[in-house]
């Protein structure tokens, strides 16, 4: 099965900063990579899918990267509706696996 | 519009089973996959199940293999979960997601409670 380790668990920023997450895959999955935001309450939303593709209606704030089997979204400008969980996940092959989170506090 | 509706969920006993529908409108049905995520209560998601197109092949996670079973009718644009064998760990709200093979989940619904408790 393909892990994916997502970091970091959890991060502060202020309104306006930039902010990075980071998922490592533990084998080549050729970009197949989703980003999700999920708030409390709600189901999950699709950010951004093979690694730099954003979904209709997201705001262009939000941007994915990869470097090998290490993929990263960034987030610039923080707004206080960005105050969420972030997942990422492989849809390279099954079981289809997601990151364990990281939770998005805006001060 | 897509929607997705979930439905059946519940409190039931350990060893025990239960059915989760999804109701889907506004798309094709046949056209996707359909999956099953889960996600515990305040834990991370977990994919669960998923079915291709017509239904001839299915794909399980380790911790549900051999005890829930995914299905779908696409004349009612409908997809199904049959859980057996309840444990406390299966506990989690239940999503149902639209997908396609290789393209990651784009729409979710509202999700399903199952709590598994004696």
């Known amino acids: 099965d393909i892990q994916m380790t997502q970091s970091p668990a959890s991060l502060s920023a202020s309104l306006g900063e930039t902010v990075s997450i980071e998922c490592l895959a533990s084998e080549d999955i050729y970009s197949n990579l989703a980003w999700y935001q999920q708030k409390p309450g709600k189901s999950p939303q699709l950010l951004i899918y093979?690694?730099?593709s954003l979904q209709d209606g997201v705001p262009s704030r939000f941007s994915g990267s990869e470097s090998g089997t290490q993929y990263s979204l960034e987030i610039n400008s923080l707004q206080p509706e960005d105050e969420g969980d972030y997942f990422c996940?492989?849809?390279?092959?099954?079981?289809?696996?997601f990151g364990s989170g990281t939770k998005l506090e805006i001060k | 519009e897509v929607q997705l509706v979930e439905s059946g969920g519940g409190l039931v006993q350990p060893g025990r089973s239960m059915k989760l529908s999804c109701a889907a409108s506004g798309f094709t049905f046949s056209d996707y996959y359909m999956a099953w995520v889960r996600q515990a209560p305040k834990k991370g998601l977990e994919w669960v199940a998923s079915?291709?197109?017509?239904?001839?092949?299915?794909y399980y996670g380790d911790s549900v293999k051999g005890r829930f079973t995914i299905s779908r009718d696409n004349a009612k644009s409908t997809l199904y979960l049959q859980m057996n064998s309840l444990r406390s760990e299966d506990t989690a709200t239940y999503y149902c997601?639209?997908?396609?093979?290789?393209?990651?989940?784009?729409?979710w619904g509202q999700g399903v409670m199952v709590t598994v408790s004696s």
């Open positions: 997601a639209r997908h396609a093979e290789g393209i990651p989940f784009d729409y």
């Open positions: 093979y690694a730099s």
């Open positions: 996940q492989q849809s390279y092959k099954f079981p289809l696996t």
């Open positions: 079915i291709s197109y017509e239904g001839s092949s299915t």
